[in-house]
């Protein structure tokens, strides 16, 4: 089963108290990439470029998934931006928590199994309550709490 905290570490999760769409997703992208070289940081930069209004994945409730692939780097990592209230990041989704992963074409299949766990895990009823409140900490432990069923 894929985990999401396997893949997660406290200091990926950002907040943040607008959503300014470059500066929001460079900054969340940049997170996944943060241990690696300069080299690897400019093609994200380059990629967000390239994809401007790219889309997000509406997950559930207040939650969205965007992605980039980015075959540099060795696994799937991610990143989460958390908005103090339910933000616009496009015409048609309204967000408490933005979900960002780097994907290395090799991890494909692995991706689809952890946007269906990430489905799973933020229809739990207190999975919003969790996410708005900015806890760091209370978000690692609702997702391994969650993991360990």
Do not use: W
């Amino acid at each position: 089963m894929v985990k999401l905290i396997s893949y997660l570490s406290e200091d990926n999760i950002l907040e943040f108290s607008e959503y300014k769409e470059s500066e929001t997703l460079e900054k969340l992208f940049k997170t996944c990439v943060k241990d690696y070289s300069e080299e690897i940081n400019k093609r994200v930069t380059d990629i967000l470029e390239a994809k401007k209004n790219g889309k997000c994945l509406n997950l559930t409730k207040a939650f969205a998934l965007t992605h980039i692939r980015l075959d540099e780097v060795d696994n799937i990592k991610v990143s989460i931006g958390l908005f103090g209230k339910k933000v616009k990041i496009n015409k048609s989704n309204r967000v408490q928590a933005l979900f960002c992963l780097v994907i290395p074409e090799s991890k494909c299949q692995t991706y689809l199994g952890l946007i269906a766990h990430l489905t799973r895990l933020l229809s739990e009823d207190k999975a919003e309550s969790v996410f708005r409140s900015g806890n760091r900490k209370g978000i690692m432990e609702f997702i391994e709490s969650f993991e360990e069923i």
